[in-house]
């Protein structure tokens, strides 16, 4: 028996690399869609209400506890078959929409929790200064929320990227539905899923470590016009 | 007589179930200078917070410049004040506080600027100069493109204190502004408000500690105890003369 064939796996390659842009399409989509939905999430559990409160929290703990997969099938499937608000998206759309959604819940507890960490006094600070609602936001709470998101925002960038493929069940043609299909017609998945399991480490290591910078890079911004004369 | 640019009526604040104000009256006249000195817990922050529009007053009333701060008029009725009037009105007030309130992502040059640029829509130029001289005038105009990481308490206190100054305040209220910083850092902090007290003619509000100051800076001073202000006078009479038993208590404390 033959269970590996180097020039199988040469031949494989161009094949898969062919559902890249796909995959990596699908994933940096959801990602921006969740980015900007979780903003509507953070807005929506900031509203000062018990009952709209109540409401928005269980929604989002309903999105996060079910399985990406089933809201993926309940998407592509089930959606189209309800009247009236019912829609038709292909499986790119319904990949965005699905993963856009599900991750949206946890990257609007990262806003949360980045908007949190600014001290109370800097509210107080911008009210004292007389600034607006939208400028202590724009000026003073969001440039300070931001920067320790980062690394939180990247971690999910790279588990969302993993999760894509289970896309392929909706019939996402990204690289590991390339592979399937190229793995059955020859009757030998080794390769060509080896190939999509390369594809992963090579892309999602380098981001990991571009976060990484990228968080160090943050951190240090405030220092960046080096000390003239430091602390007395 | 100069009409009072602050009026305080009965006014209550409460946290809770708790009364931290029980009936404050205080008028605070153009270029008065005023320390309130009291044992923690007496509710002298919360005086000056509600002023600021920090904290809103359970009851009574705050007037500032003949107009009710937190109440306006709609269609007739006093209502609660929205934020619009409020911005109106906190544009004359300043404020440093215990911990400096410093925005870590600016530098000190920019702290001070970021507030006339775009609450009051001053040009950038002007802007700039002014508060350049500010900082030269508490002492860090070699600081200016530092970030407030880099400089000690004594000098942030003092970046806080230009940056509410570059808005040209009518009242300032200083909220325990060295109680957060080591002791040799104290005098440099004290000494810039003493320089703004003698020559500046904003009206001055001080919840302090530093008794001594408070003597040499305060035209009045105010003993708050229990929710109420106990006493009140010139600040030799309160601090040095007071017959009161609760303010020569407070005041041993101090003397040691």
């Known amino acids: 028996m033959n269970y590996w064939s180097f020039e199988r796996f040469f031949e494989a390659w161009p094949y898969i690399l062919k559902g890249l842009h796909i995959t990596v399409g699908v994933t940096i989509s959801a990602f921006l869609f969740a980015l900007i939905f979780g903003f509507v999430w953070t807005f929506l559990r900031r509203i000062p209400e018990r009952h709209i409160n109540w409401v928005v929290t269980w929604v989002m703990e309903f999105i996060r506890s079910t399985p990406p997969l089933v809201q993926l099938f309940f998407i592509y499937y089930a959606w189209p078959e309800i009247p009236v608000v019912g829609v038709t998206l292909s499986p790119f759309a319904s990949a965005v929409v699905g993963f856009g959604i599900h991750f949206s819940t946890y990257i609007g507890e990262i806003y949360r929790s980045g908007i949190e960490s600014v001290d109370n006094g800097q509210w107080e600070a911008a009210t004292a200064l007389n600034f607006s609602l939208l400028d202590k936001w724009r000026l003073i709470i969001l440039p300070q929320a931001f920067p320790p998101t980062v690394p939180m925002l990247g971690n999910y960038f790279i588990i969302m990227f993993k999760e894509v493929p289970l896309a392929s069940t909706i019939g996402l043609t990204g690289i590991l539905h390339m592979a399937n299909s190229f793995g059955s017609e020859h009757f030998n998945l080794i390769e060509a899923l080896t190939i999509v399991g390369i594809i992963f480490l090579v892309l999602s290591y380098p981001s990991a470590r571009l976060i990484k910078k990228l968080e160090v890079k943050l951190n240090t911004r405030f220092d960046k016009n080096q000390v003239i004369d430091p602390v007395e | ?256």
Not at chain 2, 147 to 160: D, E, F, H, I, T
């Open chain 2, 1 to 256: 007589m100069t009409k009072p640019i602050v009026e305080y009526k009965d006014v209550h604040k409460s946290f809770g179930d708790v009364e931290v104000l029980k009936g404050i009256d205080l008028d605070i006249f153009p270029a008065e200078k005023i320390a309130v000195i009291g044992p923690s817990g007496s509710g002298k922050t919360t005086i000056i917070r509600m002023l600021m529009t920090l904290e809103e007053p359970t009851d009574g009333d705050i007037i500032v410049d003949g107009k009710n701060l937190w109440k306006m008029n709609k269609n007739g009725k006093m209502v609660e004040a929205d934020e619009k009037h409020l911005r109106e009105i906190r544009g004359d007030i300043g404020m440093v506080f215990q911990h400096f309130n410093l925005f870590p992502h600016m530098t000190i040059l920019e702290n001070c600027m970021t507030s006339p640029i775009h609450v009051k829509g001053e040009k950038k130029k002007e802007v700039k100069q002014r508060s350049i001289d500010m900082l030269e005038r508490v002492g860090l105009g070699d600081k200016i493109n530092n970030y407030p990481s880099q400089l000690s308490g004594g000098q942030k206190q003092r970046v806080a204190m230009a940056r509410a100054l570059v808005m040209r305040p009518k009242i300032m209220l200083f909220d325990e502004v060295t109680s957060a910083l080591d002791p040799e850092l104290v005098g440099e902090v004290l000494e810039v408000i003493r320089d703004i007290a003698k020559n500046d003619d904003m009206a001055m509000v001080l919840v302090t500690h530093e008794m001594d100051f408070a003597l040499d800076v305060a035209d009045k001073v105010l003993f708050l105890d229990d929710g109420v202000i106990a006493e009140q006078g010139s600040a030799s009479d309160v601090i040095e003369h007071s017959e009161n038993p609760r303010v020569q208590e407070f005041l041993s404390r101090f003397r040691g």
